[in-house]
């Protein structure tokens, strides 16, 4: 197979499964209010900024239609509660997990990259707590209240070097490179076949709806003292049935909604064994090590409603593995560039599009039609 063909094959799967983020056009000098660029990115983070000036080329960003990298496809925003359980295991009842408690919870369900819902993709479920009380993570955040937690359908992410992470996002998106640099790129990668295994099984799901799935956070987070993977999993069931068009999923969705709600169990892996487990090696799955550990805490119950494809909740509401509690910090370097990464393209994704507040982990609250360039 030639370099051009394993290249059509693959770049619908691969084109931004190495970045989880939100993405719009960006310069450094265009940031939020109270955005430090110095303190976002280090010396240490010159990926970052390498990650953040690629995705910003390759970025669509007209204003008003300027969307995420990844993700942009959704097949519905529900609203469901998130209910602690009061059975936690005393060692993890650390943060959000402290006590029996229930929130409000926005999710996500989306594709990472295909446009047609029956191409193989990895998918993702974005949850966004609110009402959660304590110190979050964030500068100029810090007394906001919402928790999320991104997962996507593989256990695995591709790689936790940031070289190589870094190496993957430039050499599959970036619009300037040349044709030379191009089959540079992929005759390196043919030299890697394990890396280009674990990309294509990574992005290899064929659900036939987003409920039906288990989904996972790849990286690893803290539950206070705890390097934990969070977990979901469906704990009702629904009849499986072939998808009927490039949008099956989102009809799937809504007909899985239809008439009765729908639950998923939350829990965590915690790691046992660090050698085993490494926090520093995404590629590795906790759940398959000897005298692995999985706690389930909390339920996630998605009531029957109607879902709108068009209600800009879906495209406006933004999500960050660092919107959180200081108990769950992410752990590991791949968490790490996430970090600048996620902030500064979101804000200006929201610019772009006239979301205010720009810069918040909260639900946004207007959009003002000022689109900033």
């Known amino acids: 197979m030639g370099l051009k063909s394993l290249s059509n094959r693959l770049w619908p799967r691969t084109y931004t499964i190495f970045i989880s983020i939100d993405r719009g056009a960006f310069a450094p000098s265009d940031r939020a209010a109270g955005s430090n660029w110095g303190d976002v990115l280090s010396a240490e983070d010159s990926q970052a900024a390498e990650i953040i000036r690629v995705n ?43 006590e029996p408690q229930r929130y409000t919870a926005h999710i996500r369900f989306s594709n990472s990259r295909q446009k047609d819902d029956r191409q193989a ?27 999320d937690f991104l997962l996507v359908d593989s256990e695995v992410f591709i790689t936790g070097d940031g070289a190589t992470y870094t190496w993957l996002n430039k050499g599959l998106i970036d619009p300037g490179q040349s044709v030379l640099q191009r089959i540079g790129f992929w005759a390196s990668m043919m030299l890697q076949p394990s890396l280009l295994l674990r990309i294509m099984r990574v992005a290899g799901g064929r659900p036939t709806s987003p409920l039906t799935q288990s989904y996972y956070s790849t990286t690893p987070y803290s539950c206070g003292a705890m390097p934990v993977k969070w977990v979901v999993r469906p704990a009702s069931n629904r009849d499986a049935k072939p998808l009927s068009g490039p949008d099956g999923l989102a009809e799937a969705l809504q007909r899985d909604l239809a008439g009765a709600p729908f639950q998923f169990d939350f829990g965590v892996d915690v790691q046992v064994d660090p050698a ?25 119950t998605i009531p029957p409603q109607t879902l709108d494809r068009q209600a800009p909740l879906a495209e406006n509401i933004s999500y960050s593995p660092w919107h959180g509690l200081i108990a769950h910090t992410p752990l590991g370097a791949i968490n790490q560039l996430r970090k600048p990464v996620y902030r500064e393209l979101a804000i200006r994704r929201h610019k772009l599009n006239g979301v205010s507040p720009a810069d918040t982990s909260e639900l946004p609250s207007s959009r003002t039609g000022e689109f900033q360039l």
């Open 121 to 147: 993709d990895t998918h993702g479920m974005a949850i966004k707590l609110t009402g959660v009380p304590g110190e979050k993570l964030l500068p100029g955040e810090e007394h906001e209240t919402a928790q």
């Open 56 to 98: 910003a080329a390759a970025a669509p960003s007209l204003p008003g239609k300027a969307r995420r990298a990844q993700h942009a496809k959704h097949h519905g925003c529900v609203t469901a509660t998130f209910e602690v359980r009061a059975d936690v295991p005393a060692d993890l009842r650390q943060g959000l997990f402290a």
């Open 276 to 300: 085993a487990q490494p926090i520093e090696d995404p590629t590795v799955a906790w759940s398959q090590a000897k005298g692995a550990r999985r706690a389930w805490l909390a339920t996630i």
